[in-house]
C-alpha cells in the first residue's frame, strides 16, 4: 500500500511508480494450492497447523523459488522456504 495521494506528482510519482514495478504478482493457481497442501500434510504429524494466508504465502513463495520477507519465526520451519528478516 502507497499512503500518498493519487496520482503522485513528479519525483514522488517516479518513486511509486518503481516501487510497484519491483512487486512480483501471482495468480493463486493449483500447482500453488498443491503445494499448500503439501506443506500442510508435511505439518499435520507434528500437530502443527500453518493457517490461511501464511499457508498460502509460503506456498506462493517455494512454488515461484522466492524469499518470504518476515520476522515470524514459523516460516523458519518450512523446509525449501528461503526466509529473510529485517
Known sequence: MIATSWPPDGAQRGRALELL???????????????????????APQGDRLRGVDLV???????HGE????????????????????
Do not use: H, K
Open 21 to 43: 514495478d519491483s512487486i512480483s504478482c501471482w495468480e493463486l493457481d493449483r500447482m500453488t494450492l498443491d503445494c499448500a497442501a503439501m506443506i500442510a500434510d508435511q505439518w
Open 57 to 63: 504465502v509460503a506456498a506462493s513463495a517455494v512454488r
Open 67 to 86: 524469499s518470504v520477507l518476515s520476522r515470524n519465526p514459523v516460516f523458519r520451519r518450512i523446509p525449501g522456504l528461503a526466509v529473510e528478516s529485517y
